[in-house]
């Protein structure tokens, strides 16, 4: 079936210090999603992405769609410790999403 | 997502028990999921609906099976539970059209012993 790579498993950073997040995968993807589950929390929606290239911020979050929409990216800049949890990409495939493993973030105060 | 409700949201069961988890919501979504989440595996779907009539196998449909009673209503069962179904259950909903947004409920953790 379609799989997706989503990379790092799991981050610790310094408050402050940058994060990101990577998805990949081995197909052209119409879309994709981002969610976030806080700990102990369910996953809740982002932002979508649609067209290649596109790149698209919330306040301290940019999301990046590839050119050849094969591969997305959530950058963090200065992360808070509000900021802690799981991130998942969830590409579109045919018309269900299908989630990645999920980037655990972790932040030291 | 106070739209989407799961009861119970703690389960304890014995291997081999019958169990039933069930998903209610007021969105007025056609669409509604079923996932586990298990540590480093992410979210996999065990069954999926598009209404009220359509039921689909996901990626992890064995031990499992669904009914969409209404539709507001989906639920999963687990005939023979098993120790390795230990995991969180999610259910999800989502709106016809373009965008596949999902909206989670808050999550059933079920042991099986």
């Known amino acids: 079936g379609q799989q997706v790579m989503q990379i790092p498993q799991y981050q610790h950073v310094q408050e402050g210090e940058d994060f990101t997040t990577y998805c990949n995968s081995s197909t052209t993807l119409s879309n994709i999603q981002w969610y976030k589950q806080r700990p102990g929390g369910h996953p809740v929606f982002l932002i979508q992405?649609?067209?290649?290239?596109e790149v698209k911020k919330q306040k301290r979050l940019t999301f990046q769609f590839g050119e050849a929409k094969k591969n997305s990216s959530l950058h963090i800049t200065a992360t808070q410790t509000t900021d802690v949890g799981t991130y998942f990409c969830?590409?579109?495939?045919?018309?269900?999403?299908?989630f990645g493993a999920g980037t655990i973030l972790r932040v030291k105060s | 997502d106070a739209d989407v409700t799961q009861t119970p949201r703690n389960r304890i069961t014995k291997t081999g028990k019958r169990i039933m988890l069930e998903c209610s919501q007021t969105k007025g979504h056609d669409r509604m999921y079923w996932y586990r989440q298990d540590p480093g595996l992410g979210l996999r779907l065990i069954y999926y609906?598009?209404?009220?009539?359509?039921?689909n196998k996901g990626e992890i449909s064995d031990g499992y099976s669904v009914s969409r009673q209404a539709q507001a209503k989906f639920s999963l069962s687990l005939e023979s539970a098993i120790p390795n179904q230990t995991a969180l259950y999610f259910c999800?909903?989502?709106?016809?059209?373009?965008?596949?947004?999902?909206?989670f409920g808050p999550g059933t953790r079920l042991l099986v012993l």
């Open positions: 992405l649609v067209k290649s290239g």
């Open positions: 999800a909903t989502s709106d016809w059209g373009v965008s596949e947004t999902q909206y």
């Open positions: 969830a590409p579109e495939y045919g018309n269900k999403l299908v």
């Open positions: 609906s598009f209404d009220v009539k359509d039921i």
